[in-house]
């Protein structure tokens, strides 16, 4: 798949942190990927975005990212109701932390994240992020192309 | 013929004088005889040529045969051989025998096997000094044993050293005894109870009570009505005597029911009451007891700790909600402040005079020690958290033989060697055994003076603890020092000489003491550390 059809996607950030979505974009642009972003900083927010998905509203989004430790509902919970989507459930999914217990890890997995990210504390490891997501994407809508 | 007659007259004269003799010896005999039969004497004394002797009549017995036939006591008497010759209607009753059956028994028939000696030894005495007695047991036909008082005379008849034997029916007077006692006892038990115990009769009334009973309601409470002395209230329903004595009708037992008793000026106490019924023979309830136990102070004391307990467990809780605090949102920020200040450095370089560069490396690293602290003391809260899975049981060899290989690298580099003795099996978790391990030979590679290391582990057992020692030949711990290098952030050596945040033997610490055991350092600066700690033995254990 080309670079550029990548870039009409949109992805559903879900963060509280102004400053991580400052790095997640920043991450997306070191990797070349301008997507469109949504972002929902709790998530009440982003399962509201998603009940209007499911309704045929909104577009939905190519993929997620969630912080775990957004307010109201925290993170696991918008994984949950994207999972129960009947039409985007399949949508993948990379949970974000700063927290790295092995108890997260496996918890996210079990609810059906498709990856887990550490947010590291270095320029370089961050980005990292913006490769995971292009891997993701490319799996996903290479094989739909 | 006559002058015959004449010449024998003074012969004739002379027998017939023996025989008016005799006849008035003869009158006597038989008067004597008569007055010794009709009671008028009781023997007839005869001076004879070896002094004088006495002589009694069958007949002289009678009065006294009719007592010792009427007498309340049993008695028999018994020749030498222990035979009985004679027995009275109550002996034979005593041992439940006809009374016919019992003369020309043998005695020892009806002793108690057990009491032979002690008969034996009266029979003795009694031989020896005409009289003696005691108690002990009689066995009647059906091998019921009867407590009586013996009482043995000697009866020397005629040469002949006859026993007479007395006995005593003791049962009853042991049965008074026993009642004395039983009552001495319950009397006993009422004033020494620390239980309020008030017998009730079935209007209510208390007939018997113990000290503290008085002690409770803060009055006499003899006589009094038992619901005036005690008002009681279990779950908010008065519990009167009325309540009580329908549940004992009904054979439902009243036990440990938990109940109030507000008193003026004092306060509520709290008890404890039991009631067990008093019923007759014939099943009629005459009453019952009731047992009330003071638990004020105790429910008091529960619920401080109940309340110490809730303090205790808020904060714990409090304490876990600053270890989620230091994992997660202590870091983030730190984690963000690392990231943007490496973000200015690196895109801002050119712009920014040559010595900002320095201190944004300086901030930079101060936020990732931070960081590391952090981790750090995260690890020290949840250093003896118990992970989930069975009973710990963890063989020590293998997790020293691991340990030891992860420090590979630095084992060679510095050319240090590490001898391990056989070691125990251990009651304790592989994760806390292995950091203990880590931290302690991890110590010994690092504070290494100018020797390579040389680092051995020993193991000895004493008192159902193992002591493990991990002794180096490093750089030693000043004895100044020895108890400060378990505590947290505790660091001896300042600038970057020796890295590390100081958390490893507070870790260490805090799990040895999770487990019950201690640890210690015996060392001098520069001669080497020996650490010890103690940990329970794993029970069973086939070494």
Redesign the interface.
């Known amino acids: 798949m080309k670079r550029d059809s990548l870039e009409q996607l949109s992805l559903l950030v879900v963060e509280d ?1 102004p ?2 979505v400052f ?1 997640v974009r ?1 991450a997306l642009k070191e990797e070349g990927l301008s997507c469109h972003l949504k972002i929902a900083d709790d998530g009440e927010k982003a399962i509201h975005i998603l009940d209007g998905v499911d309704a045929g509203d909104q577009d939905a989004p190519s993929l997620l990212l969630v912080d775990l ?1 957004v307010p109201r509902q925290n993170g696991e919970h918008v994984l949950k109701r994207l999972r129960r989507s009947p039409r985007y459930g399949k949508t993948p999914v990379v949970m974000m ?3 790295d ?1 092995a108890v997260e890890r496996k918890r996210a997995f079990e609810l059906g994240a498709t990856e887990y990210f550490c ?5 370089a490891e ?1 980005m990292q992020l913006g490769k995971l997501v292009r891997n993701l994407l490319e799996a996903r809508h290479g094989t739909a192309a | 013929m006559t002058q015959a007659s004449d010449r024998q007259n003074p012969l004739l004269a002379a027998e017939q004088h023996k025989i008016g003799d005799l006849l008035s010896r003869l009158w006597e005999a038989e008067e004597t005889i008569r007055a010794i039969y009709s009671g008028e004497a009781d023997a007839v004394v005869v001076n004879s040529p070896s002094g004088p002797r006495v002589y009694t009549l069958e007949g002289a017995d009678h009065p006294f045969r009719v007592m010792v036939e009427q007498m309340h006591e049993g008695t028999v008497t018994l020749d030498s051989n222990r035979l009985i010759l004679y027995s009275n209607p109550q002996f034979a009753a005593l041992i439940s025998a006809a009374a016919e059956s019992v003369a020309g028994s043998d005695f020892d028939r009806f002793l108690a096997p057990a009491d032979a000696s002690l008969f034996a030894g009266l029979i003795e005495a009694a031989v020896a000094g005409g009289h003696s007695s005691g108690e002990l047991h009689l066995c009647d036909v059906n091998a019921a044993t009867i407590p009586v008082r013996l009482s043995v005379n000697l009866l020397d008849v005629a040469g002949m050293q006859n026993l007479c034997v007395i006995a005593s029916d003791l049962r009853e007077q042991r049965r008074n005894e026993a009642i004395l006692k039983e009552g001495r006892l319950s009397r006993l038990i009422l004033e020494q109870a620390a239980e309020a115990i008030v017998v009730i009769d079935p209007r209510g009334l208390i007939v018997r009570r113990s000290e503290s009973a008085n002690l409770l309601a803060r009055k006499p409470v003899l006589m009094e009505l038992f619901d005036a002395a005690f008002p009681l209230t279990a779950a908010g329903i008065r519990l009167d005597t009325d309540r009580i004595l329908a549940a004992m009708r009904a054979g439902e037992k009243i036990t440990g029911v938990e109940a109030q008793m507000a008193r003026s000026g004092v306060g509520t106490f709290a008890l404890l009451v039991s009631a067990s019924p008093l019923s007759s023979d014939g099943n009629e309830l005459l009453g019952c007891v009731i047992t009330l136990t003071d638990i004020t102070e105790r429910k008091r004391a529960e619920e401080a700790l109940a309340t110490q307990a809730d303090q205790l467990a808020r904060s714990n809780s409090d304490l876990q909600q600053f270890a989620y605090s230091a994992s997660h949102d202590l870091r983030e920020p730190l984690r963000q402040l690392a990231v943007f200040t490496e973000l200015l450095q690196t895109r801002y370089q050119d712009k920014l005079a040559a010595e900002a560069g320095l201190l944004i490396e300086h901030a930079v690293s101060s936020a990732h020690r931070m960081e590391g602290l952090i981790k750090d003391l995260l690890a020290y809260t949840q250093a003896a958290d118990a992970p989930q899975g069975p009973e710990a049981c963890t063989d020590a060899n293998e997790v020293c033989r691991k340990t030891v290989a992860t420090f590979e690298t630095k084992i060679a580099q510095s050319g240090a060697s590490v001898d391990c003795d056989p070691l125990p099996l251990l009651a304790v978790h592989e994760v806390h055994l292995t950091q203990l391990f880590q931290n302690l030979i991890g110590n010994a590679l690092k504070y290494c003076g100018q020797e390579p290391p040389r680092i051995h582990i020993s193991a000895q057992r004493n008192d159902g603890l193992w002591k493990i020692t991990v002794a180096d030949n490093g750089i030693g711990i000043d004895p100044a020092y020895k108890n400060q290098v378990f505590g947290i952030f505790q660091r001896l050596h300042g600038g970057g000489k020796y890295s590390g945040s100081g958390i490893g033997l507070a870790i260490c610490q805090k799990i040895v003491q999770r487990y019950g055991g201690r640890i210690w350092v015996e060392s001098e600066l520069g001669r080497g550390s020996r650490f010890m700690f103690t940990l329970p033995e794993k029970k069973n254990e086939t070494r």
């Open positions: 942190s400053a991580d790095l920043e430790n932390s700063t927290s217990t947010k590291p504390s270095t320029v961050f």
